[in-house]
T-cell receptor
């Protein structure tokens, strides 16, 4: 079964509003979580790496003030898209790494964001 | 930065036929991951390779990493409709903790026709 969940699975918001996406590891403690975005028919692009209790590390070109990441616990990381615009519409996927018999990285089902 | 190129970009195969997807890296691969993604969904882990010449199989899917560790292939035997989806290769340094960030290939969209 699913070991990483994301909520919501899809969201439509108006331009200028903020949207929060949650990523939860369901039966293991995730010391590290990754946030990716994927545009239609394109591959995944890493946005940031977050470690529990510390500030996220953003990839070059990703605005940290626009994409706020909080990893407050070992089972939850959140991505907040602030003042969303239509160009932020995308598929956002998180992954969590932790131990479930072996150390692996597990991907969430993704969240589709549409900004109107 | 490491770049991964996948070929072909898309593939249409008749059910029951074999197929191969390639993933080529601009740098030596330390860890090569294969994932499958259904459209609009998350990624399903298939296999991970790290040794030159390594080959792994799961059901009808076989993945290989060449000796130079710069190219990997994914081979599906006797394809089925359930194999349809987007196949992504990902590269990252190998650690014992699974917490390395991955760079993904361009993806291959596989369609199986009856």
């Amino acid at each position: 079964g699913a070991v990483v969940s994301q909520h919501p699975s899809w969201v439509i918001c108006k331009s200028g509003t903020s949207v929060k996406i949650e990523c939860r590891s369901l039966d293991f403690q995730a010391t590290t979580m990754f946030w990716y975005r994927q545009f239609p028919k394109q591959s995944l692009m890493l946005m940031a790496t977050s470690n529990e209790g510390s500030k996220a590390t953003y990839e070059q070109g990703v605005e940290k003030d626009k994409f706020l990441i909080n990893h407050a616990s070992l089972t939850l990381s959140t991505l907040t898209v602030t003042s969303a615009h239509p160009e932020d519409s995308s598929f956002y996927i998180c992954s969590a790494s932790g131990y479930r018999g072996a150390y692996e990285q597990y991907f969430g089902p993704g969240t589709r964001l549409t900004v109107t | 930065s490491q770049e991964l190129e996948q070929s072909p970009q898309s593939l249409i195969v008749q059910e029951g036929k074999n197929l191969t997807i390639n993933c080529t890296s601009s740098k030596t691969l330390y860890g090569l991951y294969w994932y499958k993604q259904k459209y609009g969904e998350g990624l399903i882990f298939l296999m991970m390779l790290q040794k030159g010449g390594e080959e792994k199989s799961h059901e009808k899917i076989t993945a290989k990493l060449d000796e130079k560790k710069q190219q990997s292939s994914l081979h599906i035997t006797a394809s089925q409709p359930s194999h349809a989806g987007i196949y992504l290769c990902g590269a990252g340094p190998i650690s014992n903790f699974g917490n390395e960030k991955l760079t993904f290939g361009t993806g291959t969209r596989l369609t199986i026709i009856p």
